[in-house]
């Protein structure tokens, strides 16, 4: 379980969305909801210090970036049945 400490309506790739930081034992984790735009299937990137993945949504895609790989995986799978995206 986890505390939602930052919630906000934002704007990604000219489609409406939603912005979330998650704190954790691990550090924060962001998740953003693209609305009406899709990855075909769900993949990782990583950077320097960050690592993340893109998983499709019905109606977009739920893309979640943090510190350590485990917790984002975790917090992508229980997420990515739980959004349920309506405008």
């Given at each position: 379980?986890?505390?939602?400490?930052?919630?906000?309506p934002?704007?990604?790739?000219?489609?409406p969305?939603l912005?979330?930081?998650l704190?954790?034992e691990?550090?924060?984790?962001?998740v953003l909801v693209?609305?009406?735009?899709?990855?075909?299937?769900a993949r990782?990137?990583?950077g320097?210090?960050?690592r993340g993945?893109l998983r499709p949504l019905?109606?977009g895609?739920?893309?979640?970036?943090?510190?350590e790989?485990?917790?984002?995986?975790?917090?992508a799978?229980?997420?990515a049945?739980?959004?349920?995206?309506?405008?």
């Amino acid at each position: 379980r986890h505390t939602v400490t930052y919630a906000a309506p934002c704007e990604l790739m000219q489609e409406p969305g939603l912005h979330l930081v998650l704190a954790s034992e691990s550090g924060p984790v962001t998740v953003l909801v693209i609305v009406d735009r899709q990855v075909g299937q769900a993949r990782m990137f990583s950077g320097e210090d960050l690592r993340g993945v893109l998983r499709p949504l019905r109606r977009g895609t739920l893309a979640v970036v943090g510190a350590e790989g485990g917790l984002v995986d975790a917090v992508a799978a229980e997420l990515a049945g739980r959004i349920e995206i309506r405008i």
